[in-house]
Structures are given as C-alpha cells and as structure tokens.
C-alpha cells in the first residue's frame, strides 16, 4: 500500500504547504519560539496512522542501528590529554542510543514520505527564516534522515550538532525518562562559551530547559549552538526519535570521526569532504 503524506500529517492543524492565514499564523507561533528559545514544538504533527506506519518502519530496520555505546564528550571529539580535566572537551559520557542511518529509510517508506512530501523543506525554512542559500538538506547519505533509538540507560548525552537545523519526530516513547533537555543558545560561532558548558555538564547550570514530547510531535531545533541531550532512561521499549537534518552549506557531510562514531562506518563522501564547514567550532 502506498503510503501518502497527506494521511501521515495532520494537515488540517497545520496546512503546511496551504498559503494563507493558518499558515500565517504557524509561521508567527513558531518563529516566535525559535527566537527566544531556538526550540519549537507542533504538538500532533503526525496522525495516529502517521505515527503507527513510522513505528513500524523503525521497528522493521531497528536492528541496523550502530551500538557501539561509545563515551562521547559534547563536540564528538577524541580526548586531548593536553587539556585541564575540567575542560569541557575533556569531560566524557556514556551513550545507550544507537542511530539507524539514513540509507535504511527508503523513499516510498513513512520517514521519507513525510520528508519528501510537497512543501516541507519550505516550511521548515520559512519557519527558520533562512534565505534559499542558507539553507540546504543536510547531504549526508547516511544522516539526512535517521531514527535515534535510545534503549534502557544514559540516553545520549550532552552534545552539540554539526548541523545547524535539526527537525525532530518523535514517535515512541521510553516507560520512563527521556526528556529531551537543551541549554537555548549557549554559544554561538563566535564563542564557545566552555564556561557555561561545564555548568550544564555539572548539573548547575540555570539554562537548561526540559521538554516531555510525545508521540507525533515536531520539534524544530537550533542544535549548532544549543547544547543538548536525550536524559537518561529506563524500561523495556526503546524510544524512538526520526532526525531531518538541514545546514547552511550545500554539500555538508558529517565528519569522518564523527560518522564512525555514530554509524559505525564511513562511505567515501565523507572523506572527499572532510573538513568543509561554514565555521570553525570544534565540532
Ligand atoms: O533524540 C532526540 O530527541 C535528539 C537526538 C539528538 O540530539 C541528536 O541526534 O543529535
Ligand atoms: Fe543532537
């Protein structure tokens, strides 16, 4: 059976691709979180089926997710013994989430019918008010589209992304724990700010923000500059979260060290584009 997007998204609540006033008045609601929070949330953006056909797709390809559990600091970075212990950089956390690459979701699948369907990527940008050339899918085969399938344990932990944009779909939840936690805008492609990043690490930090989204929820993100983590959790079901990534350059892949981190592999893009990126954060 064909699936189409149509029945996955609740259209009515949010006529995406419809110009007029309810589009309007989304664009308004939205942009507004994103400027003063660099987080927005469409409650029951999926349909029950919606939902329904994107957990199934998940569980069908869930055992291609990388476990590799590695501990990784909040830059993805290899430990660099030249540094003070408390540096940020060097301040490591245990992971309990695989992610499943992009190349397990296949175009006529729920995840890409979403993606994919007509006006999406312009209504994610006009959400995030980027001009046209600022604003790109992220050209990573292997995490354009991803499914976090966080299991029993640490989650994953603090972390910033390579991506600037990051577009959520959270699609099942853990018995208990989970939340997706963030600290809004802590630095910017200026300033690391590794100060307040130890805070949040320390647990002292008074930017943190905590979210409990549900299934069918999307969330729209500023993951570049806003540190941020999957809290620990607990009970049998994995939680699953679908990632749509966007960055500001075209022809943005994830880097080498990073990809096998988080995949368990490398494709040759990864290393013919090492390195191509619009700022020069540590990661
Ligand atoms: O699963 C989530 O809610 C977000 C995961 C995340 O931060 C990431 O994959 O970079
Ligand atoms: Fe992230």
Not at 19 to 28: E, I, K, V, Y
Not at 71 to 97: C, G, I, K, Q, W
Not at 233 to 256: K, Q
Request: with cysteine; charged share 25%; hydrophobic share 35%.
């Amino acid at each position: 059976m064909q699936l189409l997007a149509n029945d996955l998204i609740d259209i009515e609540r949010y006529p995406i691709s419809t110009p007029g006033s309810q589009r309007d008045a989304l664009l308004t609601r939205v942009r507004e979180e994103l400027e003063f929070r660099g987080c927005a949330v469409l409650k029951g953006f999926l349909t029950p089926a919606g939902i329904a056909a994107a957990v199934l797709e998940a569980d069908g390809v869930a055992d291609k997710g990388h476990r590799s559990y590695s501990r990784t600091n909040a830059y993805f970075t290899t430990e660099d013994v030249s540094l003070p212990a408390s540096d940020p950089r060097r301040r490591f956390f245990e992971r309990s989430n695989a992610f499943i690459p992009a190349d397990n979701f296949h175009s006529d699948g729920a995840l890409r019918t979403v993606f994919d369907s007509e006006g999406f990527d312009a209504f994610i940008r006009d959400c995030l008010q980027q001009p046209e050339d600022r604003f790109f899918r992220y050209a990573d085969p292997l995490a354009d589209v991803i499914v976090n399938a966080a299991s029993e344990g640490n989650g994953f932990p603090w972390h910033f992304d390579t991506n600037n944009f990051t577009v959520t779909l959270a699609l099942q939840n853990a018995e208990s724990g989970g939340a997706f936690e963030y600290a809004p805008m802590i630095r910017t492609s200026q300033n690391e700010n590794f100060e307040e990043v130890s805070k949040v690490l320390d647990g002292t930090s008074e930017k943190v923000i905590s979210l409990a989204l549900q299934p069918g929820d999307l969330q729209i993100f500023k993951g570049r500059y806003s540190l941020h983590r999957v809290a620990p959790l607990a009970g049998p079901t994995p939680r699953y979260v679908a990632i749509f990534s966007y960055v500001e350059e075209p022809n943005m892949v994830g880097s080498v060290e990073r990809t096998q981190q988080l995949y368990g592999r490398t494709l040759p893009i990864h290393h013919e584009r090492a390195g191509q990126r619009a700022d020069s954060l540590v990661d």
